[in-house]
């Protein structure tokens, strides 16, 4: 069956550098999406992404991130400057057309900022 | 703020035992209501999409049901074993807003053989 991968599993990194976070989405799928958990609280939305532009974003999702799609499989989701509060689990998601269509999500990047 | 809280938030069963919880939503705008099963270290697996006002689905020993009038979801677990120990997860969605889900806090189901 299909499924949704995320690289790497677990990323540490230091305020102030750049994470490129990684997902190979359902090849067919046609909206992308990112979410992410801190722990202990909910899941909650970060960006939706469909025919390569930003379809809906959250207000956490400020200047500081990124997405792209740069070659028809992968999506990433970039963050320029990390900050002790970007510490979260970062979800991939992907689903087919219209939204009472399942989302497909990977199994998350532990991101850690020290 | 759209709010979606989901009670209980843990919940210890005897293997057996059927057992149920809720997840509650605006009633407003109401577009879908997604159901996500959620174990440790593992994806988010999609249980249910659920559309309309009285819909009834079922997965198995799992099933869920909706009412967008007053707001409210319930799922059941039927007979449960081991293996349906997770977490679950439902998610509310308005249309035109990016397909964009709003999760609740989830149930935690610890299934004692």
Redesign the interface.
Known sequence: EP??TQTPSHQVTQMGQEVILRCVPISNHL?F?W?RQILGQ????LV?F?NNE?????EIFDDQFSVERPDGSNFTLKIRSTKLEDSAMY?CAS?GQG??????????TRLTVT | ILNVEQSPQSLHVQEGDSTNFTCSFPSSNFYALHWYRWETAKSPEALFVMTLNGDEKKKGRISATLNTKEGYSYLYIKGSQPEDSATYLCAFLIKAAGNKLTFGGGTRVLVKP
């Open positions: 499924e949704v909206y999406y979410y909910k899941v909650e939305f939706s469909y930003i379809s809906e974003k959250s979800f689903s939204p009472s269509y399942e989302q497909y999500f990977g199994p998350g």
